[in-house]
């Protein structure tokens, strides 16, 4: 009876165990499905791709100063309208803030995958002002945490 309990003991052992292993490979890979999917959006949206090419200081006329800033060169219906584009990216970037501060579901090496935008984003006082008014904190705190905001360093 003993030898038994004991074999069913490591059996069990195994089971849950080798359960634990396979039930983190799996939600690794949902991790993985998950960023790459946020990555194809990003890239696939219209909005998105033109207030990341404002943000990435490549548009040929609209700036971030002229969206956020104190530049009056836009009327404000189309001020307004490139604000909704950057609130869409914003609550894009906020999103990974809260699966990363919040629910802890993402790494901050997951986090920083998408690093550039992060860093992009606190080159521009006016859009981080932005950021804290209206519901963006969460940015601006990841950034200053993963310490997303620093220069880069000439080698």
Same mark, same amino acid.
């Given at each position: 009876?003993?030898?038994?309990?004991?074999?069913?003991?490591?059996?069990?052992? /195994?089971?849950?165990?080798?359960? %634990? +292993?396979? !039930? $983190? $490979?799996?939600?690794?890979? @949902?991790?993985?499905?998950?960023?790459?999917? #946020?990555?194809?959006?990003?890239?696939?949206?219209? %909005?998105?791709?033109?207030?990341?090419?404002?943000?990435?200081? !490549?548009?040929?006329?609209?700036?971030?100063?002229?969206?956020?800033?104190?530049?009056?060169?836009?009327?404000?219906?189309? $001020?307004?309208?490139?604000? #909704? @584009? /950057?609130?869409?990216?914003?609550?894009?970037?906020? $999103?990974?803030?809260?699966?990363?501060? &919040?629910? @802890?579901? +993402?790494?901050?090496?997951?986090?920083?995958?998408?690093?550039?935008?992060?860093? !992009?984003?606190?080159?521009?006082?006016?859009?981080?002002?932005?950021? &804290?008014?209206?519901?963006?904190?969460?940015?601006?705190?990841?950034?200053?945490? +993963? @310490?997303?905001?620093?220069?880069?360093?000439?080698?």
């Amino acid at each position: 009876m003993t030898l038994t309990v004991f074999i069913a003991a490591v059996a069990i052992i /195994f089971s849950v165990v080798t359960y %634990g +292993l396979t !039930r $983190r $490979r799996e939600l690794a890979w @949902k991790r993985t499905e998950f960023l790459s999917d #946020q990555a194809k959006y990003l890239e696939d949206d219209p %909005g998105l791709v033109e207030a990341i090419t404002i943000l990435e200081d !490549r548009h040929p006329t609209i700036t971030v100063n002229k969206v956020f800033g104190d530049d009056n060169d836009l009327d404000e219906s189309t $001020r307004a309208a490139y604000k #909704q @584009k /950057f609130d869409k990216l914003l609550g894009f970037l906020w $999103r990974l803030c809260y699966a990363y501060r &919040q629910m @802890k579901t +993402l790494s901050s090496t997951e986090v920083e995958a998408f690093g550039w935008y992060y860093w !992009r984003v606190s080159r521009f006082p006016s859009l981080v002002d932005y950021c &804290q008014e209206n519901g963006f904190s969460d940015i601006i705190a990841v950034i200053k945490e +993963l @310490k997303l905001d620093e220069e880069e360093e000439d080698d």
